[in-house]
């Protein structure tokens, strides 16, 4: 059915996603002795008209009409099948081992293409040579004529004996007959019941993300794939990617324009498909102008990313302002900035991160939209949610551990330009990402008089080049930054620069006091935080 394009996939489905473990495990499965099922397929019949567009399985030809049925449940294991016993598969090589006839094993070779431009490893097209490893390709093996010439061309081949010959036989034969359970949803299913049945039997035995349900929704309400969509979006705004999965991130941007959380709630709603596609364009629209600002406030991708909160909720407000509101886009650029500071600075989204930054959207977007508003954000309420003290900074830990505070810090250090330490560039959203963060004091000089907790802090963290980084090593401040001025051919004052543009305070740390150091920096962050979570700028 596969190979007449009988049988095919609803366009919302998933893409591929089995690794080859799993591809051996379903096939092994069904050719040993006895073999063990491999769990039910869904599949919705299909009358004169198809209830969803849909498409092949992947590698399997087109419907050359209408298909019989759609595959609702079952995707990855007929895929594998499919794939596999028609060698269809670029990457490796699906084999099946001659040794153990009642518990045959899978192996997948990988394959490459050598700078000579052949398939690697060569063997593995060389049927006496896989037959000396006692392997056999599971093409071989596929029902059909088709299959049974590919079997007698590769034994013919690989010279084998008619014992092994047999052997193969049995193993086409318990393939061939081996029964797939079904369950089939008649040619009289409702959209609207079958979309249902799907997104409640992948949400209990193998779980969809919140984003493969609503590309079940959206296409059963308005035809559009959210999958082509948002490949335009990626398109439109490809720096969205630097900060996390696009698709997550829209999402929860159309659930807060709808006025709901970005809550599972909302998007298994059946109604939230055709919500999303009436605000796409504010979806889009809003995502590049909010990737764009976070780009501006130094916050350059997913690694300098405090919370992804600021993402979804900087952009949802910015799908509010005016292209050409000059006044109102001031007002917007201060209250967006003081929401996604105070974000990265206070516990607010600690807990109950997406109910509450629907809250706090409700009340700033209508800010935003009303300057006689009175609304009070809970998120701008210093009591609720205070900021941390210059001491409290200590908190921030490394920020490569993913720490919402150190990597808060970190971003504001690069507020002031974050130049390089020796080659003088500007931290811009292209080179960050081969910055490596950097031990002010090295660890080597003042761990043991020092908590590990103090030393590893974000105050005493610097992002810089890796070049820069590699040089430094665990030498002193004053020794590596005469060296770095040396080699650099930079005067004290374009060093002091340099430092200064990530908020370490240049005379104290050559004075060599670690203690003075990070008192010092935590003042100059704080200072600079404080500035940013009213709005302003440092």
């Known amino acids: ?26 096939l092994e ?5 006895p073999s063990l099922p491999i769990g039910a ?17 992947s590698g399997a030809p087109g419907p050359k009409g209408m298909p019989q049925m759609n595959l609702l449940d079952g995707q990855q294991r007929m895929t594998a099948l499919w794939r596999a016993l028609t060698d269809d598969y670029d990457e490796f090589t699906v084999f099946v081992s001659l040794e153990n006839e009642e518990r045959p094993e899978i192996e997948i070779v990988k394959r490459y293409i050598s700078k000579s431009g052949k398939r690697m490893p060569l063997w593995a097209d060389v049927p006496a040579e896989c037959f000396s490893r006692n392997l056999a390709p599971v093409s071989i093996l596929c029902p059909g004529a088709k299959g049974e010439k590919a079997m007698d061309a590769w034994t013919e081949a690989a010279a084998t004996e008619k014992s092994t010959d047999r052997q193969i036989m049995r193993l086409r034969q318990r393939l061939a007959s081996y029964p797939i359970p079904f369950l089939s949803l008649p040619v009289t299913t409702e959209q609207e019941t079958a979309l249902d049945v799907f997104i409640k039997m992948n949400t209990s035995a193998s779980p969809l993300k919140d984003f493969d349900i609503v590309v079940a929704q959206l296409e059963g309400a308005v035809g559009d794939s959210l999958h082509d969509m948002i490949a335009e979006l990626k398109e439109k705004v490809p720096t969205a990617a630097d900060y996390g999965r ?7 941007i159309g659930a807060l324009l709808n006025g709901k959380p970005p809550l599972k709630r909302t998007y298994l709603d059946p109604a939230f498909g055709n919500e999303l596609a009436n605000v796409w364009n504010q979806v ?29 909720l900087s952009s949802a407000l910015w799908a509010h302002v005016p292209i050409d509101g000059a006044d109102q886009e001031g007002r917007a650029r201060t209250l967006i900035r003081k929401a996604i500071w105070r974000a990265s600075f206070t516990d607010r989204y600690l807990k109950t991160a997406t109910t509450r930054a629907f809250a706090d959207y409700k009340d700033i977007s209508e800010l935003i939209l ?23 900074l200590i908190r921030g830990g490394w920020p490569s551990r993913k720490e919402r505070l150190g990597r808060a810090i970190i ?19 292209d080179n960050v990402r081969y910055r490596e963060y950097h031990h002010v004091y090295p660890k080597s000089l003042v761990q043991n008089e020092f908590p590990d907790h103090e030393v590893s802090s974000a105050l005493n963290c610097a992002l810089i080049s890796w070049k820069t980084n590699r040089k430094i090593a665990a030498k002193n401040p004053k020794q590596y930054l005469e060296e770095r001025a040396a080699d650099a051919n930079a005067t004290e004052a374009q060093v002091r620069h340099r ?8 005379d104290i740390l050559l004075g060599g006091d670690f203690r003075s150091f990070m008192d010092a920096r935590a003042e100059l962050i704080h200072a600079s935080l404080q500035k940013l979570c009213e709005g302003s700028i440092p």
Do not use: C
């Open 1 to 26: 059915m596969i190979r007449e394009g009988q049988l095919t996939l609803p366009r919302f489905q998933r893409f591929e996603a089995w690794r080859p473990i799993q591809i051996e495990g379903v």
């Open 41 to 57: 397929l869904l599949v919705l019949e299909v009358g004169d008209e198809e209830l969803f567009h849909s498409r092949p399985i």
């Open 246 to 252: 696009v698709e997550d991130t829209a999402l929860a």
């Open 370 to 392: 009303n300057p006689a508003s009175t609304a009070t954000p809970d998120l701008f309420d210093e009591a609720q949610n205070p900021l941390p003290t210059a001491t409290e």
């Open 284 to 312: 889009v629209a809003g995502l590049k102008r909010g990737v764009g600002f976070l780009r501006d406030e130094a916050i350059f991708n997913e690694r300098l990313l405090p919370t992804e909160v600021i993402v979804y």
């Open 29 to 33: 499965n069904i050719l040993r002795v």
């Open 411 to 429: 971003a504001v250090s690069l507020y002031g330009g974050g130049y390089d330490f020796a080659d003088g560039a500007k931290a811009t959203a």
């Open 499 to 506: 430092l200064e543009s990530h908020s370490v305070p240049y």
